[in-house]
Every structure is written in structure tokens, then in C-alpha cells.
């Protein structure tokens, strides 16, 4: 994969070292999950074929093999591309209306979020929590330059036990939101968190749920950048291992779990003796399966747009094996790039549905490739698109 990959192995289980069991096997996925410049070189393979296992006991969903110097690279520069305010806001949203349901957004001192993107959802926790330091660990140099004009103090590093010694004053309040999925090492990750918390710390940590996902067949977690896919009982077995309790819980409707941890102690004394079931993980693959050849059967006798140039759309792209014939998002910073491995350019809604629609022939089918549906569809409509609408599970919308 690389000249100088660095290649770690988990035969057994990262969470609770039990056992593993076949769980997924996706041939020829591709690589980089987010477009780059039009002009841009990136070396080969762009595709890997991808396997995915789970735990026999706590159901934890993990990639056995993995390039680790791969991924941090990706991390670093070929990941999520800033998006101006007020866009791509809908996961953000949900998970601040899980912080006030959770009862979190209560007054603060001191705020750590790792991987803080461009610091919008930190920026808007300070405000309402009137907390008077905003501290941020994130790579991506682009999204990192974002937060420090939001006047948040960033570091442009992983998270870790070695890179939290400057954090001048411990956090009440420590997030991480879509972090934990990519983490190589645990020990080292909450070996970190032990070194920035107070005994009072509140932890709250987000990822797509496994629980969700196994029900649907979505193929939403499961691309190279995760290493890791975790239901609710292998999250709150893995907290637990290093003295987080689980407190409360919740899975948006699209999917992604939140939850929040705490230390303190149990009334009793006693260490954690029962945790959440674990999902039922044995019909994924046919599920899969299933919506793989309803999606090819969809779409691939159609013409094409896509609305959403993420992961969501490349992954969809790979999954009916073919591309769109117009590749379109609402980000402008993403107009004029491309995906490595495919050649169309993204053009912005309004040259994407101008185009399709002056082409004779057969109705062009719109496809809102992303997860952000709800965003999406009332500018498709104001943009005056009358055709036919499905979302990335082929539903019409």
C-alpha cells in the first residue's frame, strides 16, 4: 500500500480481547474519501480491498490490518473540507441538542474537544456554557487554522498521552466527536484523557452506531479511515476498562450514537457488572448484499447527479460501480475538485442541474448522496428541480 507503510494487526479484540469472527469483506473500496484539486497527483493504489471482523463477546467491529502511517497521513491532508458556516450543520446540531438533553450544557470552566474540525461546535459550547478557556487538538492543518480564528487555542497534533503536557488547565467538559472510530491505541488515548480531566470531568463521546447500522445494511462506517465500528456495549466495555462510566446514551436518526461518561462512583462501590446487548451482527453481510443490487438496479441504467461530495458519494459511487454523470455540493470549497480515481470534476447545483436537464433523452434521476438530506433537499427544490429525488438508500424523498 505504501513505501513506508506501517502495518498494525489485531487478531483479538481491542476492546476486551476476546475473539474474533468474520464480520465484512468489501473488495476494491476506494482509498481517499474526500475530493482534492482537479490537478492534484496522488500516487497509487487509490482502491483496497477492506475487511472488517467483530468481537464474540462485547461485538466490536475492527479492521484486523491497517496501514497506520496511511491513515495519519489522510487525516492530515486529504480529509473533511471546511465547510462555510452554516452549512453541513446537521450532525452538529443534533449532537448540541443531545448535550442539552443530556443536561451538559450547564456552566463551565474549561472546554477540551479532540478533533475540532473548524471549531464551530466548540465555539458555540463556550458561548452557551460561558466557559472561559476552549482548548482543541486537530490535525488537519486547514480546519485547524479555522478554529484558531474562532479564537480557540489549537493543537495541530493527534491526541495522546505524549502531546498533552502544555494543556495548562484540566477540562470539565472533554468531547470528541467522530474521533474515536480512527483511534489506533486506546491505552494511549485515554491515558491522555487521564492526564487533562478532573475527577468531576464530564466525557462525551460520538461515533456511528453499529447497533443502527447492522439493522439497516448502510455501509455509512464502514470505509478505510475507520478503523474501528462500535456498537453501544463495546463503547461503554471500553470506557469502563479505563473508569469511565456510562450515563446516558442516545442514536440520532441518522445513525450516529452519542453518549456521555462520568467518574462518578457507583453507589454501591462496585465495578460495572452488566452492559448494554450486543446488536445482532450475523445477517450484515447479506444485508449489504441486499442493497447493493437494489441500488444497481436503480441506478445504474440511469443518468446521474449527485448532490454530496463526501465519503457518502464516493462510497455510492464504488458501490454501484459507476460514477455520475454530474457530480455536484452545496460546500463551495469542493467545486473545481475531484475524487482520486474518477474524472469527473465537481461543478456547482446550479451548472449540475442546468446541465442535466438540457439533455434529451431519459429523466435524469437527482441523488442526495450525503448524509445531510435534510439540509439538502430544500435547496434542490428552491433551485427548482422537479425530477426525481432518492436519497443514498434509494428512497424516493
Not at 473488495?27 to 482502491?47: F, K, L, N, S
Not at 477492506?50 to 466490536?60: E, F
Not at 464551530?120 to 492543518?141: M, V, Y
Not at 479505563?242 to 461518561?261: C, E, K, M
Request: with cysteine; charged share 25%.
Amino acid at each position: 500500500m505504501s513505501s513506508c507503510a506501517t502495518i498494525i494487526r489485531r487478531d483479538r479484540c481491542p476492546v476486551c480481547r476476546s475473539r474474533s469472527r468474520p464480520l465484512l469483506l468489501l473488495p476494491a473500496q476506494p482509498i481517499y474519501q474526500h475530493p482534492v484539486p482537479a490537478d492534484a497527483v496522488v500516487p497509487e493504489p487509490h482502491a483496497i480491498d477492506l475487511k472488517w471482523v467483530a468481537c464474540t463477546d462485547c461485538a466490536h467491529g475492527w479492521q484486523p490490518k491497517f496501514d497506520a502511517s496511511l491513515l495519519e497521513r489522510i487525516y492530515r491532508q486529504h480529509y473533511y473540507t471546511p465547510a462555510p458556516d452554516g452549512l453541513a450543520v446537521q450532525f452538529r446540531n443534533d449532537f448540541l441538542s443531545a448535550m442539552e438533553d443530556f443536561g451538559l450544557m450547564k456552566p463551565r470552566q474549561v472546554l477540551l474537544e479532540i478533533g475540532a474540525s473548524s471549531g464551530d461546535a466548540l465555539a458555540e459550547i463556550k458561548t452557551r456554557t460561558g466557559a472561559r478557556n476552549a482548548f482543541a487538538f486537530e490535525p488537519d492543518e486547514r480546519n485547524a487554522a479555522l478554529a484558531r480564528r474562532r479564537g480557540i487555542d489549537v493543537r495541530e497534533q493527534f491526541f495522546g498521552a505524549t502531546t498533552t503536557g502544555d494543556i495548562p488547565r484540566r477540562a470539565d467538559l472533554v468531547y470528541a466527536r467522530h474521533v474515536i472510530e480512527h483511534v489506533f491505541d486506546f491505552e494511549d488515548f485515554f491515558a491522555g484523557l487521564d492526564l487533562v480531566t478532573l475527577p468531576m470531568t464530564d466525557l462525551v463521546l460520538e461515533t456511528p452506531s453499529l447497533d443502527h447500522h447492522a439493522c439497516t445494511g448502510a455501509l455509512n462506517p464502514f470505509h478505510i479511515e475507520h478503523v474501528h465500528v462500535f456498537c453501544l456495549r463495546s463503547l461503554a466495555k471500553l470506557a469502563d476498562a479505563h473508569g469511565w462510566r456510562l450515563l446516558r446514551d442516545y442514536v440520532t436518526a441518522d445513525g450516529n450514537l452519542i453518549a456521555s461518561f462520568g467518574r462518578t462512583p457507583r453507589p454501591d462501590g462496585s465495578e460495572m457488572c452488566s452492559f448494554p446487548q450486543a446488536p445482532v451482527l450475523d445477517s450484515l453481510a447479506d444485508r449489504v448484499s441486499a442493497h447493493r443490487a437494489r441500488m444497481q438496479g436503480l441506478l445504474n441504467h440511469r443518468r446521474l447527479v449527485f448532490w454530496g461530495a463526501g465519503s457518502a458519494a464516493v462510497r455510492l459511487a464504488t458501490l454501484i460501480g459507476r460514477a455520475p454523470d454530474y457530480w455536484t455540493d452545496g460546500n463551495p470549497g469542493k467545486v473545481g475538485k475531484k475524487f482520486v480515481g474518477f474524472e469527473q470534476v465537481i461543478v456547482t447545483p446550479e451548472e449540475a442541474l442546468a446541465a442535466a436537464e438540457s439533455e434529451s433523452g431519459s429523466a435524469p434521476l437527482l441523488v442526495i448522496a450525503s448524509s445531510f438530506v435534510r439540509e439538502i433537499l430544500p435547496r434542490v427544490r428552491k433551485l427548482g428541480w422537479t425530477g426525481e429525488v432518492v436519497d443514498l438508500s434509494g428512497d424516493p424523498v
